[in-house]
């Protein structure tokens, strides 16, 4: 979704890294193309004009006057400055005493009801008892929507007959019902319209009046730009919002609505939706959506995601078979079913740092998931014996692979080819063997027992800084320049830029486009 404004704001901050001497003309140019990136994105007017106030404010400061490197002073102020506009530090949810109590609102559209479940399902990770409540007595679909995503996901849920008109009722039984059965968290998935009236405002107000919740949570559409905003103030108006779910930030819509609402309603953003699945969902950290927006990755919530989604056992398995050269078609459909549960690729590579400026230098339609299912056709057209052994895969043996995948027989040559260059350079030959070698010594940390893999085997192997070597998976026809990247040494502690390791590009060619 901030994929133009990171754009944007990468060209501005390109002339401001450059700035060896800070004077208020230079800071007012460079900041005016910040000002126009943000209202471009469709940052609310003022909120854009009092950020940009407040950066030249610190950027006129002492410290940045006197600084070696005011450029990067500069951009570290921006960063910051975007994080507190983002809400600061995170808002957690409010879940004393129990049981709590969560309104979830919302307009139709927006994914209340996903979203409901999604929160559920989260909170039941996380060792809670959570119950969700169907009080949606307008749409007919709602209720057997909301009881269907319960079940996929193993949380109960209370669903009143279908000639139930009485909402207070609905909740007055469903209290009795969750104290009886000891749920400590009960979120009531409300019902919406296409638009705010004063029937649905007149309905909450009396929800609200009759639960007290501890957290009145406002599920609203990042696409729909500043009317996200509007809406936000109209419910908080009704309910007494004490946070914001942010749904659709997979989308390809501008985003301002994420910068603009923390600053007009005063209402922290506490979860974001990225995806229709129920696991497409997580806490909204202000520091890390400002390093996302400005191309700096969020390795932190790569490592999240592959802690739940990779199985750390086979993962170290299929390591040691790739170092060990006995790595075949077999472990590589593995990997690439375990690269595919972490999402898609393009919102996967967004939380690598740099990923911004490669996406620039890729082909189109390099992310295109198509082509990791044309990969996987090949491979599932081989015979069993065939997936052991790539040498097997003579010519009348190819041409039967590519009818059988519905690919041509260049795709399938040039596949294999790849795959054995790949193979030689991660079996131990050279540098890149000794990279695997060190990857392995370092793979199986636990964060606080729950196996977590170690993500510096996703990375380069320079320092654990680098960029993960994802040419094979975007098309491209070598490693991307990455000297292109920003240094981001200023705000990230050091380190300089990041180098890809020689013999990278052995991976080129697996997606490459013809």
Not at 51 to 65: D, P, Q, R, S, T
Not at 69 to 88: T, Y
Not at 414 to 437: A, C, L, S, Y
Request: net charge positive; glycine share 10%.
């Amino acid at each position: 979704m901030f994929s133009l404004l990171s754009d944007k704001l990468d060209d501005a901050f390109r002339k401001m890294r450059g700035l060896s001497k800070i004077t208020e003309s230079n800071i007012k140019d460079a900041l005016r193309d910040v000002r126009m990136a943000l209202l471009d994105a469709d940052v609310e007017y003022s909120v854009a004009r009092e950020f940009i106030a407040h950066v030249k404010e610190e950027a006129m400061g002492e410290k940045v006057l006197k600084s070696v490197k005011p450029g990067e002073q500069i951009v570290k102020i921006f960063r910051d400055q975007l994080a507190e506009l983002l809400g600061g530090d995170a808002a957690p949810l409010q879940l004393e005493p129990a049981p709590a109590r969560v309104l979830v609102v919302g307009l139709n559209g927006a994914g209340k009801t996903t979203t409901s479940a999604k929160l559920a399902r989260r909170l039941l990770k996380e060792g809670h008892k959570p119950l969700l409540v169907a009080c949606d007595l307008i749409r007919p679909a709602a209720i057997d929507q909301l009881a269907t995503l319960a079940a996929q996901i193993e949380v109960p849920v209370y669903t009143p007959s279908a000639s139930e008109k009485d909402v207070i009722r609905v909740a007055k039984d469903a209290l009795k019902w969750a104290a009886a059965q000891e749920h400590d968290v009960i979120i009531f998935d409300t019902a919406g319209r296409q638009e705010v009236d004063e029937e649905l405002v007149a309905e909450l107000k009396k929800l609200a009046r009759f639960l007290q919740p501890q957290e009145a949570l406002l599920v609203a559409d990042a696409a729909t730009g500043q009317q996200a905003v509007r809406v936000a103030q109209t419910f908080d108006q009704a309910v007494g919002l004490t946070g914001i779910i942010l749904t659709k930030l997979d989308g390809d819509a501008r985003g301002g609505a994420a910068l603009s609402m923390r600053a007009i309603t005063g209402k922290p953003i506490k979860y974001m939706g990225e995806g229709e699945k129920l696991d497409m969902f997580g806490p909204f950290v202000p520091q890390r959506m400002a390093d996302r927006i400005l191309g700096m990755g969020d390795i932190v919530g790569l490592v999240e995601k592959a802690a739940e989604k990779i199985d750390q056992e086979s993962a170290l398995n299929s390591m040691t078979r790739m170092m060990s050269g006995e790595f075949n078609f077999n472990d590589f459909l593995s990997q690439m079913k375990m690269m595919q549960s972490l999402g898609p690729l393009e919102g996967l590579l967004g939380l690598l740092p740099g990923f911004s400026k490669i996406r620039k230098q890729l082909p189109d339609g390099a992310m295109d998931p198509k082509r990791m299912k044309r990969m996987e056709a090949i491979v599932l057209s081989m015979t069993p014996v065939e997936r052991l052994n790539y040498k097997l895969l003579i010519p009348s043996r190819r041409r039967r692979i590519a009818k059988g995948s519905g690919v041509s027989e260049i795709e399938v040559n040039r596949f294999i080819k790849n795959f054995k260059e790949m193979k030689e350079m991660m079996g131990g030959k050279g540098k890149m063997g000794g990279m695997m070698k060190n990857l392995m010594r370092s793979a199986g940390a636990a964060k606080g027992g729950a196996g977590m893999p170690d993500m510096s085997a996703l990375m380069n192997a320079q320092g654990g800084a680098g960029m993960p070597d994802m040419s094979a998976l975007m098309g491209q026809g070598g490693m991307p320049d990455m000297s292109q990247m920003p240094d981001l040494s200023a705000l990230m502690g050091g380190g300089g830029k990041p180098k890809a390791p020689k013999g990278m590009n052995a991976f080129n060619g697996l997606f490459r486009r013809r």
